[in-house]
């Protein structure tokens, strides 16, 4: 530590917080960018990292473009016709597809943080999402400051 720091300044804060979010279709990429900038914000951590983790096998999180709701339409399409729902899967639930899918985008994501605010691209969002739905879902994140 530099001389003349105060230690107790230095923040190493981490906030975890489990998020509801519900779900209207079978497929479906849902928008919760806002929802995690407002977290990032009411955190008050200024440098850091904020990490995303869904904890669902037929559920996920991705990083793409929000500015355009048709792009999160092509990829839920995209993903309907690489893991069509009614293709003959060994898994007895019916459910083959979801999980495929998950397995494909992934169940976590992290975000810098900078300068209080979520470091993502111009036309990036946060996008839950939801492959064996409709449902009720959470996703974990947590907020960690920089030491």
């Known amino acids: 530590m530099p001389p003349g720091s105060n230690p107790s300044a230095r923040s190493t804060r981490a906030t975890t917080q489990s998020v509801e979010v519900k779900t ?3 497929t479906e990429l849902q928008d919760i960018t806002s929802l995690v900038v407002q977290m990032v914000l009411e955190s008050g951590v200024a440098s850091g990292a904020c990490h995303l983790y869904v904890p669902h096998t037929t559920a996920g999180v991705i990083i ?9 339409r092509d990829i839920e399409g995209a993903l309907d016709r690489l893991a069509p729902s009614g293709a003959r899967y060994l898994h007895a639930e019916g459910n083959s597809d979801s999980h495929i899918k998950a397995a494909l985008v992934g169940s976590s994501a992290t975000v810098f943080i900078e300068n209080g605010s979520l470091g993502l691209g111009r036309w990036q969002a946060i996008f839950f999402c939801e492959f064996d739905g409709p449902r009720r879902r959470e996703i974990h994140i947590k907020i960690v400051a920089d030491p």
């Open 24 to 26: 209207t279709r079978r």
């Open 64 to 72: 793409n473009e929000g500015d355009d709701p048709a792009v999160a």
